[in-house]
């Protein structure tokens, strides 16, 4: 606890306005906005997956195998969310920047031929470790994020989320700055030591703030959104300018540093907002002074404990396996077991399986569709980007949009979820029939639809089975999609394909030379897998549309009642409230900054 001396001229001390911002939790949320535009490295597979085919031999089935364990390793992170359970962000986000270094580095040591060829399994080794570090991101700044901003979660879902889907983007503009563009060894290298050095600078910054939802705090989210809003639009314009011009290397640095721009520019709306948090507490503080006149210290009231969740200790997971087949209601803490273990878990896995397994598939393969429909290597560069930009669309739509639809109207998140899964089929119906230019088209609708699932599920999952247990439940609700992945990707359209590369060699009476890379021409060679991932896909959407109607009365009420407080005072608006014995408490960073207890150091305080 910190002591804070009043005085008629406000307050008094050492704390300046830098190191409030810098201990605050909306520079806290900053940083997760950085790290989450750097964690994004396992959606740009298709940038360098044709740099790992022809450098080590690879066919389709092989490349397809590896693309699953990078699915493997981004969504299963049920490790990471068990060691953030009861260990402080630091710890999570530490880890992860080991893997991300250790994993990406190996690949480019063997991409680049600084080592001897390694094993097949080595590789899928590699690309797992690295693609799991993101994870230990997600879990270590987006739970923490949710965590310190509760009844704003579909906002704070959907900005994270849409930063992760605009970081292939990104990445690729610092990429082009950093090496130019001839150089695609070179963006594994810069996928290896980028995100760890982004999360290595934001280490001391992530923690848990307890706090209750302020009025007001939802249309702070909107000034985030327009920045974003303003960078995807930049990042648009650029890639398209880029396909149809050569750019030089000034060019591309100038290109970068205007991005660099954009990633610092919602700094000014955490320092405007601390700065007026800062005043009307020291304002408040001011003229408590005048009835206090004395040195009062900055406590929590005697209820504080009851009024916001505490972070489970070694002793509560005893009480996992009790009352499995007995769960609370819906929106109160479920435990572990008993979340995995209900029907609502089991219809958001399959809807996961089918519908984000089949746009995975579709991300996975970009690379190699647009090569067999003789897209050029620029071409193929820009349908990525444009697929990283627009799931960062999807991301921040579903993420406003079903917070909006679901605060004034009670519409049901899971039936935005629907929705999505219905629209997805349309851009896998696109790859299978195979147009002229309709990889551009197909890239926009598969990466806002994917980009769109991920914070509609997991606001879903945070509004059934609570948030005592998130960083968990979070996290087992992305391990669907590698298995789906593994089902339409690795056994479908891997082995569809080289069963049509194989035929088309017979046709020239070739055969297969060991050792080289297996390729396939033509609409065909996609065009069977992907008419079975749409029919998947429409499974996937009548499976979603179950739990619409099972949640529909649960989403008509207020589902974020408990995490409001009633505001009928000026002080109480900025989070001030005065105890019956003249104790003044601020329910918001202050308590949180100067003392810096995590989760962790509050159960060890108890």
Not at 8 to 24: D, I, N, P
Not at 142 to 157: M, Q
Not at 327 to 339: F, H, V
Not at 531 to 541: G, H, P, Q
Request: charged share 15%; aromatic share 12%; glycine share 8%.
């Amino acid at each position: 606890m910190v002591a804070t001396e009043f005085t008629s001229g406000g307050l008094r001390g050492t704390k300046t306005l830098t190191y409030h911002v810098l201990t605050g939790r909306w520079f806290m949320l900053f940083a997760s906005l950085l790290i989450m535009a750097a964690a994004g490295a396992a959606y740009m597979f298709g940038m360098f997956s044709n740099e790992i085919k022809t450098s080590l031999g690879y066919d389709q089935t092989t490349l397809n195998l590896l693309s699953f364990f990078k699915d493997l390793g981004s969504t299963v992170g049920i490790i990471s969310g068990l060691v953030n359970e009861i260990t402080p962000p630091w710890v999570v986000l530490s880890m992860g920047i080991i893997m991300n270094f250790l994993g990406y580095f190996m690949i480019w040591l063997a991409v680049s031929g600084r080592i001897a060829k390694p094993q097949v399994w080595q590789m899928c080794l590699y690309i797992c470790i690295g693609a799991n570090s993101q994870t230990f991101a997600n879990t270590g700044a987006l739970v923490t994020s949710v965590k310190n901003f509760p009844g704003s979660r579909g906002s704070v879902l959907g900005l994270l989320k849409g930063y992760v889907g605009l970081s292939g983007a990104i990445i690729a503009q610092l990429y082009h700055a950093f090496y130019g563009d001839h150089n695609p060894q070179a963006l594994i290298l810069l996928i290896a030591w980028l995100p760890a050095a982004v999360s290595f600078l934001f280490l001391p910054t992530l923690r848990t703030f307890y706090t209750v939802h302020p009025p007001n705090q939802n249309k702070v989210f909107y000034h985030f959104l327009y920045i974003s809003l303003a960078l995807a639009g930049f990042l648009m314009v650029l890639i398209i300018i880029q396909n149809k011009f050569t750019f030089t290397k000034p060019q591309y640095v100038a290109d970068g540093v205007v991005v660099f721009f954009f990633l610092l520019l919602p700094l000014v709306v955490v320092f405007r907002e601390e700065l007026n948090q800062l005043r009307a507490t020291t304002q408040c503080l001011t003229d408590s002074a005048s009835q206090l006149k004395v040195v009062t210290e900055v406590i929590p009231p005697p209820n504080m404990e009851q009024q916001v969740p505490s972070a489970p200790t070694m002793n509560s997971y005893s009480s996992y396996s009790g009352n499995v087949f007995k769960p609370p209601k819906r929106g109160e803490d479920y435990t572990i077991l008993q979340a995995l273990f209900s029907i609502d878990m089991l219809i958001l896995f399959m809807t996961t399986t089918f519908g984000a397994g089949g746009a995975l598939t579709a991300v996975d393969n970009l690379g190699q569709i647009g090569r067999s429909l003789g897209y050029s290597r620029k071409s193929i560069t820009t349908c990525v980007s444009l697929l990283s930009i627009w799931n960062y669309l999807g991301r921040v739509v579903a993420g406003y949009a079903s917070e909006i639809l679901l605060t004034k109207y009670k519409l049901p998140r899971p039936s935005m979820l629907t929705i999505v899964l219905l629209l997805s089929c349309i851009g896998h119906i696109l790859i299978a029939l195979g147009p002229p230019n309709s990889l551009y088209f197909a890239s926009v609708i598969i990466g806002f639809c994917l980009g769109a699932q991920w914070p509609l599920m997991f606001a879903i999952i945070s509004e059934i089975f609570g948030l005592k247990y998130y960083s968990t439940l979070y996290n087992f609700g992305q391990v669907a999609s590698p298995v789906g992945s593994y089902i339409l990707n690795v056994r479908l359209t891997g082995v569809l394909y080289d069963k049509e590369a194989l035929k088309q060699l017979k046709g020239k009476g070739m055969t297969r030379q060991e050792g080289k890379d297996l390729n396939c021409v033509g609409v065909q060679c996609y065009r069977m897998a992907f008419i079975i991932i749409t029919v998947a896909t429409l499974f996937a959407c009548i499976v979603s549309f179950i739990l619409v109607v099972r949640t529909r009365k649960f989403y008509k009420g207020d589902i974020y009642r408990k995490y409001r407080v009633e505001h009928k005072t000026g002080e109480n608006e900025m989070g001030i409230t005065k105890t019956g014995n003249g104790v003044v408490f601020q329910t918001g960073a202050t308590l949180a900054a100067p003392s810096g207890l995590g989760e962790q150091d509050k159960n060890n305080r108890k």
